[in-house]
């Protein structure tokens, strides 16, 4: 299962940012399917996710000024950020737990991540 992101860049203080991660490959399930950020210093944190089962989850630093949604049929999700500042700018990485249909068996997908910087 390959994720592939779009989106990012520079955007100024205020802006909004539209990221796009869909997973494509054959035979395939996901279960949770989102976005982590990793600001220069810091660990990976939730951003937001969309679960097949269980809905969606929010971390803490943005939960305000987002937007997430998820195409079931094509395997995507979309995360619209709005009034960004500064300390957003991180690197966005696109998750998905892949599962496996008769057994408990699951697995964490990463994508490459895709650099967002606010300034400026």
């Known amino acids: 299962v390959r994720l592939m992101e779009s989106g990012g860049g520079l955007v100024q203080p205020g802006g909004s940012v539209n990221l796009t991660c869909a997973a494509s490959?054959?035979?395939?399930?996901?279960?949770?399917l989102g976005w982590y950020r990793q600001r220069p210093g810091d660990e990976r944190d939730l951003v937001a996710s969309?679960?097949?089962?269980?809905?969606?989850k929010y971390g803490e630093s943005m939960e305000d000024r987002i937007t997430v949604s998820r195409d079931i049929a094509k395997n995507t999700v979309y995360l619209q950020m709005n009034n960004l500042k500064p300390e957003d700018t991180a690197v966005y990485y696109c998750?998905?737990?892949?599962?496996?249909?008769?057994?408990?068996?699951?697995?964490?997908?990463w994508g490459q991540g895709t650099q967002v910087t606010v300034s400026s």
């Open positions: 998750s998905a737990e892949r599962v496996y249909v008769g057994s408990y068996y699951a697995e964490i997908l």
């Open positions: 490959g054959e035979d395939f399930v996901i279960n949770v």
């Open positions: 969309v679960a097949l089962v269980g809905g969606t």
